[in-house]
């Protein structure tokens, strides 16, 4: 499969620890976007990388949370001491040249 | 008040009908316009994606875009039960790497 993977796709944790998500966009896309969801809700953007260059962050992504995409190819998404309010659907995305956006299937997010 | 506004439904529809689901959107420097299906649980998947006003057709998929009142909408021609899902409207601008979402209409395709 040659679509955007995501690992893990469901991660339980207590409040106050450190998670780590990763994303591997499709092959050659030079673009990769981290949304979240929650509940009855659109994705809403958090941050963007146009190779390993983060070009835009939301105000939504506190200092809580750091994003990295080393050499370009796969990117992780770090929150450090998760709050219940952390819980959601962390999406990862990916395009050509700013086209089409592609999402993997997410990783669902759990915080007791 | 969200740029990007979109009626939660729910929507039921009996099999074969035509399906019409709609958005609007306020900011005008929106170029790109995309509707995306989503099973629940599942990531977003790319339905149709259309640049400026007009038309697209892909099979049973139409989507429409009217920059002039900020609307856009997509139908679904013969619907089928495997169409139920939760279907998202998104904008960006021309340099931006963000897409704005809607938050999703409900529909179910009764057999």
Redesign the interface.
Same mark, same amino acid.
């Given at each position: 499969d040659t679509g955007?993977s &995501?690992d893990p796709r469901h991660k339980i944790t207590k409040r106050g620890q450190n998670v780590t998500f990763r994303c591997d966009p499709i092959s050659e896309h030079n673009?990769l976007?981290w949304y979240r969801q929650t509940l %009855?809700?659109?994705? +809403? !953007?958090l941050t963007?990388f &146009?190779n390993e260059a983060q @070009? +835009?962050k939301?105000r939504l992504l506190s200092d809580r949370f750091s994003a990295e995409r080393p050499k370009g190819s796969f990117s992780t998404l770090e929150i450090q001491r998760t709050e219940q309010g952390d819980s959601a659907?962390y @999406?990862c995305a990916s395009s050509f040249r %700013?086209? +089409? &956006? !592609?999402? %993997?299937? %997410?990783t669902?997010l759990t915080v007791l | 008040q969200k740029e990007v506004e979109q009626d939660p439904g729910p929507l039921s529809v009996p099999e074969g009908a035509i399906v019409s689901l709609n958005c609007t959107y306020s900011n005008s420097a929106f170029q790109y316009f995309m509707w995306y299906r989503q099973y629940s649980r599942k990531g977003p998947e790319l339905l149709m994606y259309t640049y400026s006003s007009g038309n697209k057709e892909d099979g049973r998929f139409t989507a429409q875009v009217d920059k002039s009142s900020k609307y856009i909408s997509l139908f679904i021609r013969d619907s089928q039960p495997s169409d139920s899902a939760t279907y998202l409207c998104a904008t960006k601008g021309t340099n931006a790497g963000k897409s704005t979402f809607g938050d999703g209409t409900t529909l179910t395709v009764k057999p």
């Open positions: 955007v &995501q673009r976007y %009855g809700q659109g994705p +809403e !953007f963007y &146009q @070009l +835009e939301s659907m @999406l %700013g086209n +089409e &956006q !592609f999402f %993997g299937p %997410g669902r | -």
